[in-house]
């Protein structure tokens, strides 16, 4: 077989009474990897911490994979600005959260004549969040009621957020100084005392 070592060493190929010699020499376990590989792989390991470190990798993962989900929030085509507002907030948390969400609009009566309007509502939820998400599903029609699926972007966040940060650099730094008079302010003086040099040439070539 060929062993490797509790280091990822490649120590060799060794019959497995030597390599059986060699683990327990470092109060460890023999255990095969690769059975089907020519010849077989075997590791010498801690096999009780393995098994814990793989079952704590796999509750992780479903604990990951169980949080993620995806939620749900209904629209009706003439709903009101304030229900509207508060709806999507929820939408907005739920995305910024990390879950997909489903946005349906529900549809009454000859309300189904007018799928324009529950169009416009989803257009409208798409626009309000295409700075952090993205429309996964487009919008379409199922039985009375049309649906469309929106998932958190990544990319598309962390570009909007790089915008904020440059923009407010942006206006905390462009305090430009106030430009220099283009001419002394003590020569702007409108002081009526002040005299005129002219009028003190004048009076000297009268003296004259």
Known sequence: MRLVGSDGSQIGIKPLPEAIAIAR??????????????????????????????????KESRRKSS?????????????????????????????DE??????????RGRETQHPELGRKILDHVADRVVHFAKVEAMPKLD?????????????????????KKAEAEGATGNGAPAPEPAVPVEAQTDDPTSEDPRSEDAGSEDAG
Not at 40 to 54: H, N, S
């Open 25 to 58: 020499e470092q109060d460890l376990d023999l255990v095969e990897v690769a059975a089907q590989a020519n010849p077989p792989v075997c590791r010498i390991m801690d096999y009780g911490k393995f098994k814990y470190e793989a079952a704590q990798q796999a």
């Open 98 to 107: 990390g879950h997909k969400v489903k946005v349906t609009i529900m549809f």
């Open 67 to 95: 949080n993620i989900s995806i939620k749900e929030m209904k629209y009706r085509p003439k709903i009101g600005t304030g229900d509207f507002e508060t709806k999507t907030r929820k939408v907005e948390k739920f995305l």
């Open 143 to 163: 039985g009375r009621n049309m649906v469309m699926v929106l998932a958190p972007d990544k990319k598309a966040k962390a570009a909007w957020e790089a915008q």
